[in-house]
């Protein structure tokens, strides 16, 4: 049974920093790209950033800079680092991992995580 267990985010002020976690079961870790997207009230759920199983990473321009994505394979765990944070970046924050070289595998989800940035 796969499961991505998220934890981390809450509050913020603007300009401030958040992290967030994801923690994977039931897969060969390595063998996933993993992701994290967001959705904004009554907007549609976008993607933010996503690390291959080598390494390579890519960002939405709107976080580029700011956000970096990072993987650790001893813990089967995907990081978002989140900096500069602003109240655009107000959202819930799911993780997602994708099995490389299969598109016709399902894409898993976690339960998302609020993130809030506010003065």
């Known amino acids: 049974q796969v499961q991505l267990v998220q934890s981390g985010g809450g509050l913020a002020q603007p300009g401030g920093s958040l992290r967030l976690s994801c923690a994977a079961s039931?897969?060969?870790?390595?063998?996933?790209?993993m992701g994290w997207y967001r959705q904004a009230p009554g907007k549609q759920r976008d993607m933010v950033a996503y690390?291959?199983?080598?390494?390579?990473?890519n960002y939405a321009d709107s976080v580029k800079g700011r956000f970096t994505i990072s993987r650790d394979g001893a813990k089967n765990t995907v990081y978002l680092q989140m900096d500069s944070l602003t109240v655009e970046d107000t959202a819930v924050y799911y993780c997602?991992?994708?099995?490389?070289?299969?598109?016709?595998?399902?894409?898993?989800w976690g339960q998302g995580t609020q993130v809030t940035v506010s003065s």
């Open positions: 039931g897969i060969v870790f390595s063998n996933y790209r």
């Open positions: 690390i291959g199983g080598s390494g390579h990473t």
């Open positions: 997602t991992a994708d099995r490389i070289f299969n598109p016709n595998s399902p894409r898993y």
